[in-house]
């Protein structure tokens, strides 16, 4: 697990001049979202909003694309081979590509979190800070559990797995309420939405950073975190099995070291 996540922490130093692209284009985006709500009348709040919901969109693209696609990528730089040949856990691989998917992704969320909220003046009403910090960490865990899961599907894909992480990008985004409050779909559509770990994670995070402000929670927070973890736990163990299985299901068909499929 640490020899996976090595390479995506020390990543950071590859190269310095792109830390100015991950750093001060996310804020870009936000900023326009900003501008369009401001433009609308809409409430202050909802400036927090967008900045919250942009800095968290670093780590759904990680996870789409440097999680749940990873295993094709391996396929086609003929890396993927020597992972099951090796003695050691799938799972610790894929565990590996977590933990260094979150380091790296942090870096991006961090910075484009507090430069949104110095340049656009967001001001945070935090009243329980442990209840928030273990409500983002399980998020993370949920998040990265499902996109562990993914990877097991796309590697037998090929190059649709490309298609399906841009089907994904996107209308995440909506479905999820990255910028304003899920419940705004409709009550059902928000639980359907809730399947995506960050649905919950986000609306959870909004109500403990602008306590006393109308943010429309789809559900208590406590019983979000509570909905959280059981999707944790679901996610890793759909992971393990989904990974024996599309494990067997290459080597039986003779899939897992085709290129350009």
Known sequence: MVGRAYP??????????????????????????????????APEVFTGFV????????????????????????????????YLMAPMSRMSVLAGMAVGGMFLTS????????????????????????????????????LYGMGMMFSSLYMLYG???????????????????????????????????????????LDGMRQLMFSGADVDPLLHWSWELIILMALAVVFLLGARYALRFMEHLGKKEGRLTLRWQ
Do not use: C
Request: charged fraction near 10%; hydrophobic fraction near 60%.
């Open 8 to 41: 995506r922490i020390i990543g950071i130093r590859r190269e310095p001049s792109w830390l100015l692209f991950d750093i001060f284009l996310p804020v870009l985006g936000i900023a326009a979202f900003i501008f369009y709500y401001r433009a609308m009348g």
């Open 51 to 82: 900045v919250l919901g942009g800095a968290m969109t670093a780590f759904w693209l990680n996870v789409l694309w440097s999680m749940a696609a990873q295993f094709y990528w391996e396929k086609e730089t003929g890396n993927l081979q020597l």
């Open 107 to 142: 870096v991006r969320a961090l910075s484009t979190f507090f430069l949104g909220f110095v340049i656009f003046g967001v001001t945070l009403s935090v009243q329980h800070p442990w209840a928030l910090l273990a409500l983002f960490l399980v998020t993370l865990v949920a």
């Open 159 to 201: 190059r649709g797995a490309w298609h399906i992480s841009n089907l994904l990008q996107e209308p995440i985004y909506l479905l999820s309420g990255f910028y304003f409050p899920v419940r705004q779909l409709g009550f059902w559509v928000a639980v359907a939405g809730s399947v995506i770990p960050i649905t919950l994670g």
